[in-house]
C-alpha cells in the first residue's frame, strides 16, 4: 500500500541532496503512522502540523474564515520550511494548546529527508516548497471508528462538528488532493 511512496522517496533521493516530503489528509487516515514508518526507515525527522495550531490572539473572525487559516503557515514557512531550503538546522516553536504556552523543540539537523505530516501541510503557502506532497485518504466509517478509539465519544462529536467541516472546507477549497502528487488509503 506505501511502496509507491518509498519509490518516490527514494527516485527523489537519488535526483537531490535534501527531500522535503509533505503528507496530509483527514484527521485519522493515517497520516502519523505512516510518518513514523518513514522515519524508522529513513531515520529522518518528522514535524507535526500539531505544533503550529494558531494561538488564541490569532484566531480572529476573518483567519477562521479562511480555507485552512486554522493552521499558522506562516511559522510553518519561517521556522521550517525556509531553514530546510536553505539546507541549515533549525529550531521551531511548538505550541501546547491545552496548556496555551509555547515551547522551542530540540534542533532539527540537516537529513537528506525531512517529512512534514499533518492535516494542513498542504497549504497553497507551503504546498510549492514541498518534493513530494502525499495525501492518504480514509473511508468515513473507517475515519469514524478511528477517532472514536483514539479520543473518546466527547471528542469524536468535537472532530464531526468543528474539526472535520474545517479540514473538508479546506481540501475543496484548495483541491488538495487533486494537486497531490500521490494519493493512497490509509492502512486498516
Not at 27 to 38: D, M, P, Q, S, Y
Amino acid at each position: 500500500m506505501y511502496t509507491p511512496i518509498f519509490t518516490a522517496i527514494d527516485q527523489r533521493l537519488e535526483e537531490k541532496k535534501r527531500v522535503i516530503v509533505a503528507i496530509d489528509g483527514p484527521c485519522g487516515a493515517g497520516k502519523t503512522t505512516l510518518a513514523v514508518r518513514l522515519q524508522s526507515v529513513y531515520n529522518c525527522p518528522v514535524i507535526a502540523m500539531d505544533h503550529f495550531f494558531l494561538q488564541p490572539w490569532q484566531r480572529t473572525e476573518e483567519r477562521l474564515a479562511e480555507p485552512g487559516g486554522n493552521v499558522d503557515y506562516e511559522r510553518v514557512l519561517e521556522q521550517v520550511i525556509n531553514p530546510l531550503r536553505e539546507g541549515r538546522p533549525f529550531q521551531y516553536q511548538i505550541y501546547d494548546c491545552q496548556a496555551d504556552s509555547m515551547s522551542l523543540s530540540e534542533e532539527i539537523p540537516v537529513q537528506a529527508l525531512t517529512v512534514v505530516e499533518g492535516s494542513y501541510s498542504h497549504h497553497p503557502v507551503l504546498a510549492e516548497h514541498y518534493d513530494l506532497k502525499v495525501f492518504i485518504k480514509v473511508a468515513p466509517d473507517e475515519q469514524k471508528r478511528r477517532l472514536l478509539k483514539r479520543s473518546g465519544p466527547v471528542m469524536l462529536e468535537r472532530f464531526l462538528g468543528e474539526w472535520i467541516p474545517l479540514e473538508e472546507k479546506y481540501f475543496s477549497h484548495f483541491r488538495i488532493e487533486e494537486n497531490s502528487d500521490l494519493v493512497v488509503r490509509g492502512a486498516s
